[in-house]
């Protein structure tokens, strides 16, 4: 099984209320990285069997916009086990629930989403959460849990997407050169 760990795009400025932060939407530069983020699952080719989020509308809207781009669907799953006060045990017997599906989106937050990710490619031996991924918003990764620990295959941000399809859409063509002497 092949998880995409994906943590929502940028929502602004979080809200002191949490009652006004749950509901909290995208904003234009998080929608901009939705699109980004599904171009680049597109040039990979990546169809999924499923999209779970976290119930949350910035997640929501996250999975929704790449879902949309890639050509998903299907109902996207919402799940506590993937909010922002979610445990690590919430997280793991969710995966445990998924079955045989090859390849799955997963929307979440931080501080939990780097904790989860660092729990799936970690040596069982070692103490979960330990490795050190920092997800900026909009950060995808992909990991194959074909065995365990996982395998962390990529982890993408998108200040590098940006700058990758900044670069492949600028004009390859030299301007000609004038001749010496004309105007």
């Avoid at 922002?84 to 989403?113: D, I, M």
């Avoid at 074909?146 to 993408?156: D, K, S």
Wanted: aromatic share 4%; hydrophobic share 40%.
């Amino acid at each position: 099984m092949n998880i995409y760990v994906l943590r929502h795009a940028s929502a602004g400025t979080r809200r002191a209320n949490p009652v006004l932060d749950v509901k909290r939407p995208l904003d234009k530069e998080g929608k901009g990285q939705c699109i980004l983020i599904g171009s680049y699952l597109n040039a990979l080719k990546v169809h999924f069997d499923l999209v779970a989020s976290s119930p949350l509308k910035r997640a929501l809207q996250t999975a929704s916009l790449v879902s949309t781009e890639v050509g998903f669907d299907s109902k996207i799953q919402p799940t506590p086990a993937l909010a922002p006060e979610a445990s690590l045990g919430a997280f793991q017997s969710f995966l445990n629930e998924l079955g045989q599906q090859e390849n799955v989106l997963l929307v979440g937050h931080n501080p939990n989403l780097p904790l989860f990710l660092g729990s799936l490619i970690m040596n069982g031996s070692a103490a979960p959460g330990r490795a050190a991924i920092r997800l900026r918003k909009g950060a995808i990764a992909r990991i194959d849990l074909t065995r365990r620990p996982g395998m962390l295959h990529w982890l993408v941000d998108p200040r590098i997407l940006r700058g990758v399809y900044g670069n492949a859409t600028k004009t390859v063509r030299r301007q000609a050169r004038k001749a010496p002497g004309k105007t």
